[in-house]
């Protein structure tokens, strides 16, 4: 059997009844991270297929692990008889473009296993059988997760959401002149930026470091999309902490045993519903302050100043288990 990883478009349009999809001009080195924790289970990557033309590859019979985020169109409306699909951390954006045609073809491949509640819900209300598995990114941990003595200082700003500062001054900079003055105003903003600030009492300037996801490479070749969005998944492994706005640093971190917070200027409740519970978070839903977070409390030998330690929830273990077990079953199956 060969096996099959997924990418993502490389031109700039698919058509689909009529009409025109134009995703971002730029790569997402998430998608990457995706497709890398797939990478851990399989045997060999004898081919890799675009994720919007499942529907029309045509080369040899292949496995593939159907993860990620989707949106429907034609050209991956159905899977090609040529691909043995596993459905696990499927995530459908615009669910109402989704047709009969698709859950017709789910159908033959259930349980699908998705990665968060929205989709597990919206699925079994088409008659698709389904349940919530949270995101394969929680594997990661499998072949990248480092002993803690190999970590660094760095703390990593990962596609912090700039709206949360109302400032485009250097993060570092903000937080330590802005948030950590001592003022506990109980503005829903000015309380993130104190709760942030706390984990950074004991932060040297030069450990900041600010990484960004979406990157312009779309002119290169898959290979180097893999080679960066490896080197992002070893550097959250060996980071002290990470701070960042988008979901898809912050799963990938929980499985790789790193502290991360993630900070959100809006609740997303069609991608978090699931997933929320399995993450420190601190943001904003319907204009109000929500979050949930474990702190240890520290204090220095040399300053004696109090400092907050973050620590990740264990609640994701179960999920990162079953995850392991049933691709590695898929994988090994003759089917």
């Not at 984990?199 to 180097?224: A, C, T, Y």
Request: charged share 25%; proline share 4%.
């Amino acid at each position: 059997m060969k096996y099959a990883l997924m990418v993502y478009p490389e031109k700039n349009s698919s058509w689909r009844n009529g009409k025109y999809y134009d995703p971002q001009t730029d790569v997402n080195i998430g998608d990457y991270i995706q497709s890398i924790a797939a990478r851990q289970f399989l045997p060999s990557v004898d081919v890799f297929i675009d994720r919007e033309e499942i529907k029309t590859y045509s080369g040899s019979q292949v496995k593939m692990i159907m993860n990620g985020w989707w949106r429907i169109f034609d050209g991956n409306e159905v899977v090609s008889p040529n691909i043995l699909p596993f459905y696990t951390s499927y995530h459908i954006a615009y669910p109402e473009e989704v047709t009969e045609t698709t859950f017709n073809d789910l159908k033959k491949y259930e349980p699908i296993g998705c990665r968060d509640f929205a989709t597990t819900q919206f699925l079994k209300k088409h008659g698709v059988k389904a349940y919530f598995s949270g995101c394969l990114t929680l594997t990661l941990g499998k072949n990248y997760r480092v002993p803690d003595e190999q970590r660094t200082q760095e703390v990593i700003f990962s596609d912090f959401d700039t709206k949360l500062l109302h400032s485009d001054r250097n993060v570092f900079d903000f937080f330590k002149s802005n948030s950590h003055s001592g003022k506990r105003q109980r503005k829903n903003h000015n309380l993130i930026h104190y709760t942030i600030s706390q984990f950074l009492r004991d932060v040297d300037p030069k450990d900041i470091v600010e990484l960004r996801h979406s990157m312009p490479l779309r002119d290169q070749p898959h290979e180097k999309h893999f080679e960066i969005a490896e080197e992002y998944v070893k550097r959250y492994a060996r980071a002290r902490m990470v701070i960042t706005s988008r979901i898809h640093s912050a799963l990938p971190c929980l499985g790789l045993g790193t502290p991360v917070l993630l900070v959100f200027p809006e609740y997303d409740a069609l991608r978090y519903e699931g997933l929320i519970d399995l993450i420190n978070y601190i943001g904003i839903r319907e204009d109000k302050l929500i979050s949930n977070y474990c702190i240890r409390k520290t204090k220095s030998f040399e300053t004696e100043r109090e400092t907050l330690v973050l620590i990740n929830s264990s609640n994701y273990l179960d999920y990162a288990k079953r995850l392991t077990d049933d691709v590695a079953s898929f994988i090994k199956s003759e089917k």
